[in-house]
């Protein structure tokens, strides 16, 4: 059931914008995942979904973590904390759209 929703999470974030931004007098643009602007945080939620994919899926990679870094016991904390990464790096999307809070009236949050 968890892998579902990680593909249902991959497939959100690649399809909807992140944000949406809103202009008073001018046309509302979105930011995209994939956008050369938010990079960091584009490699961050990759290579954490790679990670949660590749190892809620292949047994040889869950292995490979086992043997390198532990988790044997706690799948639950091991994909709990590459979720938390993945919440922590849109912290950064979130001071964004305080800067852009002081330049226009209007923002939406998709």
């Known amino acids: 059931m968890f ?6 999470l991959a497939f ?24 050369g602007h938010l ?3 584009l ?8 990670v949660l994919l590749s190892r809620n899926m292949n047994f040889k990679f869950k292995n490979f973590v ?9 799948d639950s904390l091991f994909n709990f904390g590459f979720l938390w990464i993945i919440a ?4 950064g999307m979130g001071d964004a ?3 852009v809070g ?3 009236q209007t923002i939406k949050l998709s």
């Open 3 to 8: 892998v579902l929703y990680l593909w249902a």
């Open 12 to 35: 959100f974030l690649i399809v909807l914008p992140l944000i949406k931004i809103s202009p008073v007098n001018d046309i509302s643009h979105s930011v995209w995942l994939f956008n």
């Open 39 to 41: 990079f960091k945080i």
């Open 43 to 50: 490699l961050i939620i990759i290579v954490s979904m790679v």
């Open 66 to 74: 086992i043997g390198y870094f532990g988790f044997k016991e706690n």
């Open 88 to 91: 922590t790096a849109f912290l």
């Open 97 to 99: 759209i305080s800067v």
């Open 102 to 104: 002081t330049t226009t």
